[in-house]
């Protein structure tokens, strides 16, 4: 079967670096997504690994390894906003997105 | 640009009810897509169109229809209604078939009560 594990939940401080891991088993891979929901809100795109390695975006990065079907989202300098849902996302061998079920981040003072 | 509409942003409807939820895109993508998301659950495909005129199912389409006539409209009809389908349904497009392939824009999402 196809699935994506990723934490429940997260506590993490503001100015701290938090790191959210995902690990998957799909039906072929065709790139990893992760995306970004704040409570009440639509999902929003925050990035894309379809390469092994690190994608690096401002404050937040993203790591890919396919031979150990994981990825992380890493948040730097995190700030009060970044209080969110973050899900990962696997594109399958029909270029389906399989999705975890996503991590709730908590930003504390 | 709007982006993506949903259309209601809320209802409560009785069981045994049909419904029918709107979704419209102004960005001229040619895939678009309805999931649902319950808590607990990674959002859950129902159906999707790679382009006008084509539809499919996804993960969990029973219940479910959907029509695509042109580009920009994909409403999902619920014939009669259950509790079961209760939840906050997206629609979504991405500007080639396939959602694995690029980003995927939501809309608000309709969140949706059966009693």
């Known amino acids: 079967g196809q699935n994506i594990d990723q934490p429940t939940e997260m506590t993490a401080t503001e100015g701290a670096i938090v790191q959210i891991n995902c690990t998957y088993q799909?039906?072929?891979?065709?790139?990893l997504f992760w995306y970004q929901q704040h409570a009440g809100e639509a999902p929003t795109f925050l990035s894309y690994?379809?390469l092994d390695g690190l994608e690096e975006k401002g404050r937040f990065s993203s790591f890919l390894s396919r031979s150990k079907g994981y990825s992380y989202l890493l948040l730097k300098e995190l700030q009060m906003k970044d209080s969110a849902s973050y899900l990962c996302?696997?594109?399958?061998?029909?270029?389906?997105?399989?999705w975890g079920a996503g991590t709730k981040l908590i930003i504390k003072p | 640009i709007a982006g993506i509409t949903q259309a209601p942003t809320s209802q409560i409807l009785a069981a045994g009810r049909r419904m029918t939820l709107r979704c419209t895109q102004d960005?001229?993508?040619?895939?678009m897509y309805w999931y649902r998301q319950d808590l607990g659950l990674g959002l859950r495909l129902i159906h999707y169109s790679n382009t006008a005129g084509t539809t499919g199912k996804g993960e969990v389409p029973d219940g479910y229809s959907v029509s695509r006539a042109n580009t920009d409209d994909f409403p999902l009809t619920l014939a009669s209604a259950v509790p079961s389908q209760t939840s906050v349904y997206f629609c979504?497009?991405?500007?080639?078939?396939?959602?694995?392939?690029?980003?995927?824009?939501f809309g608000e999402g309709s969140r949706l009560t059966v009693l």
């Open positions: 979504a497009s991405s500007e080639a078939a396939g959602g694995g392939t690029g980003e995927l824009f």
């Open positions: 996302a696997v594109g399958d061998s029909n270029y389906q997105l399989i």
């Open positions: 960005m001229r993508h040619n895939a």
């Open positions: 690994n379809v």
């Open positions: 799909t039906s072929g891979f065709n790139g």
